[in-house]
């Protein structure tokens, strides 16, 4: 933690901030919101008129747990996955505007700094899933590593659960999808390697920016761009089918990378993308705009503004298909620029899917048609 007032490469901050605040370096969130499920509990409602408040900067805390299940069904129309597993709740890459921070609600902590300092590990993970697939009825629909939180954040460092995860699914030829912006997905080349020669796996690789100052303080603990372009080169070249995940697109910090991103993960191997427009629904909105004052202070009233003209005068809408674009003249002007440029660098050309043929449960001689 370091204190802004005697660092002289401290950002400036915004009007009427206390300067006796210190900034939580490696951190996105600076605050713990309120848990609308808790009755009696401490947080910060107006960050900027405390000025005896303390916080000590604590290590990121794992929190091993046996949970009941693994796969969970996806109710959104509009997010591209039937099913996804999520070996860890909370995350402590620290992106500023990650969505999954509401969950962490639901375990009784604020989406705040604990999303990024008190992860919660499903010890149990592999075993659960051997268990979902071996049931009967299941139809090899594939699923989704990481559909909330990231599978390849720091924590996989010492439990490797992706790791056991992707065992299983390579055991049974269960078809599975991957979304990660960590380069420890490499660690599991081997097994990504073999999955791919069966086209039972797949993987996108999530770049908001090339600019190093913005994602330092945008997605801390992240990996750089340059790393994720390696990501993707090496592990196109071993066989696994790679794509580039640009988002969110925010009006005003990184739109307009959105041509040098897709161009360079095409360069790279990548040939499918996806995006999405910035939307700050529940405690996000709350926790990005005392983010963006305090970093940008100098555009943080254009950014806002632009994103409250992209969501019909707010900063988050919840209609189906409009949520994560957005509308408006800036949010089309982003939807042009990706089909554009997708048609351009030849991406999302080829008409594949994976393969849930070769599924198979131990003991079957072959694999079932579908």
């Known amino acids: ?61 794992y929190l091993e747990q046996e949970v009941k299940t693994i796969v969970n069904k996806v109710e ?32 009784g902590y604020s989406a705040g700094m604990d999303f990024e300092q008190k992860i919660i590990v499903k ?6 899933l051997r268990k979902f697939l071996l049931h009967p009825k299941w139809d090899a629909t594939p699923i989704m590593l990481s559909g909330n939180t990231d599978c390849y954040q720091p924590a996989e460092q010492k439990y490797r659960l992706t790791r056991g995860l992707l065992e299983v699914c390579n055991e049974f030829n269960q078809p599975v999808g991957i979304l990660t912006k960590n380069s420890w ?7 990504l390697a073999e999955m791919g020669r069966k086209n039972i796996v797949s993987a996108m690789v999530s770049i908001t920016s090339f600019n190093e100052d913005l994602r330092r303080v945008m997605e801390p603990r992240t990996t750089t761009a340059r790393q994720k372009l390696r990501v993707i080169n090496e592990l196109s070249s071993a066989g696994v089918r790679m794509g580039i995940m640009m988002g969110p697109m925010i009006p005003g ?29 529940g405690a996000i909105k709350f926790l990005f705009h005392d983010w963006l004052y305090k970093n940008f202070p100098e555009r943080a009233d254009k950014v806002w503004h632009l994103i409250e003209k992209s969501h019909d005068g707010q900063v988050n809408d919840t209609r189906w298909g409009v949520r994560m674009r957005g509308e408006g003249p800036i949010a089309q002007l982003v939807a042009q620029q990706y089909r554009k440029y997708g048609k351009i660098y030849g991406m999302n050309a080829e008409d594949w899917s994976l393969n849930q043929s070769l599924f198979k449960r131990p003991g079957e001689k072959q694999g079932r048609l579908f």
Not at 11 to 40: C, V
Not at 123 to 128: E, I, R, S, T, V
Not at 255 to 267: L, P, V, Y
Request: hydrophobic share 30%.
């Open 253 to 281: 910090l990184n739109e307009h990378e959105m041509q040098r991103i897709m161009k360079a993960a095409r360069d790279n191997g990548a040939t499918f993308t996806a995006y999405t427009f910035i939307r700050l629904n």
């Open 185 to 191: 997905i490499l660690k599991d080349k081997d097994v």
């Open 1 to 61: 933690m370091k204190n802004i007032t005697h660092n002289p490469n401290a950002k400036p901050r915004p009007k009427g901030h206390d300067e006796t605040t210190t900034y939580h370096s490696g951190r996105g969130a600076q605050f713990n919101t309120k848990n609308k499920f808790l009755i009696n509990e401490v947080s910060k409602e107006h960050v900027e008129a405390i000025d005896d408040w303390e916080e000590k900067t604590l290590p990121t805390i």
């Open 123 to 128: 010890k149990n993970a592999p075993q659960l």
């Open 76 to 107: 959104s129309p509009d997010v591209g996955m039937s099913y996804s597993m999520n070996p860890y709740a909370g995350c402590e890459h620290g992106c500023i505007y990650c969505y999954a921070r509401n969950v962490h609600e639901y375990w």
